[in-house]
């Protein structure tokens, strides 16, 4: 977040797969803006617009006519921590400059996003669910103190990669929760210099240099081991990290076959992901505590138009 990264910089390796939002934007004769998400909305005018990155994405790209109908569908729900808000924000973006016929450069569509998400609308996030959005892939991100971003692919073998594709498993808790209510603890201790808080953070930067090193060199049992110790200062990080009952299932796939693991994005819900050798023994262990599996592949090509 920049409360931590204009201070002391920030890192971090981040992966996209095959899970997407998609935003599909047709013309209509009648002069409304029709809007279909969890709701529908049906507008005469940008400024009256209720979903707030709608309204600022088209206010943004400078949409002055509104006879246009936008829809958008997502593979996973929101408040799951596998970024589905900025990649909302990144794919609505694309569609509106292929509307426009604007070409944009992924840090370019990825700064965006950010710019509407944290400073128009002041989410207390970081810009790493839009930049792994716009450009896909396995990638190292460096953020500057100033704000700049420099992304990296993370060089690893062909084997190494199938290896941690096959070994990485998701399971849903069956939780949504908002990022911003449990990153608002993290950000405000951030700002005002809070030492237990800076203390994790920085550790928890060091551990993602870690993590690139380990991918790097193939070596992804200490992959997993980090990961491990990566959520053991997380949910150790603020209140509603954790709860008993992810604590629980965490421990339950520690003993039947996971390597390391963590709770994806923020926390307090969303996904636990795990690496494992034995992967039918997590399974199983996990189907029996009632957590359902989303299979996936990494994808490698970031936000992009599907037809135009």
């Not at 707030?52 to 799951?80: C, Q, W």
């Not at 795990?274 to 994808?299: I, P, S």
Request: proline letters at 2%.
């Amino acid at each position: 977040m920049p409360s931590y990264y204009s201070e002391y910089g920030g890192f971090l390796v981040a992966a996209a797969i095959d899970k997407y939002v998609y935003i599909a934007l047709n013309r209509r004769f009648i002069p409304k803006l029709l809007l279909k998400y969890s709701q529908l909305e049906e507008v005469a005018i940008v400024d009256v617009i209720k979903h707030p990155i709608f309204r600022e994405a088209l206010k943004y790209v400078g949409i002055e006519h509104i006879n246009l109908e936008i829809t958008s569908m997502a593979d996973i729900p929101a408040g799951t921590g596998l970024g589905s808000s900025g990649s909302f924000t990144t794919a609505l973006l694309k569609a509106l400059h292929v509307y426009k016929k604007n070409i944009v450069h992924p840090s370019d569509l990825a700064e965006q996003a950010c710019f509407i998400e944290i400073n128009k609308l002041e989410e207390p996030i970081g810009k790493q669910d839009q930049y792994i959005a716009a450009y896909g892939g396995i990638t190292a991100f460096d953020f500057a103190k100033d704000g700049q971003v420099q992304a990296k692919p993370v060089k690893m073998s062909e084997e190494t990669r199938t290896q941690l594709n096959e070994n990485l498993l998701l399971f849903f808790t069956g939780y949504a929760r908002s990022a911003s209510t449990i990153l608002k603890d993290q950000d405000d201790k951030s700002r005002k210099s809070d030492v237990t808080m800076l203390e994790n953070l920085h550790f928890t930067k060091e551990l993602g240099r870690q993590s690139l090193a380990a991918i790097e060199a193939g070596d992804l049992r200490e992959f997993a081991h980090v990961m491990d110790i990566h959520w053991q200062r997380k949910r150790s990080r603020t209140a509603g990290m954790s709860n008993d009952h992810i604590d629980a299932w965490y421990q339950c796939a520690m003993a039947n076959g996971a390597i390391g693991g963590k709770l994806n994005g923020a926390g307090g819900g969303g996904f636990l992901m795990f690496y494992a050798e034995n992967k039918g023994l997590l399974r199983q262990a996990m189907k029996k505590q009632g957590l359902q599996e989303v299979r996936f592949r990494f994808d490698f090509e970031g936000t992009k138009v599907v037809l135009s």
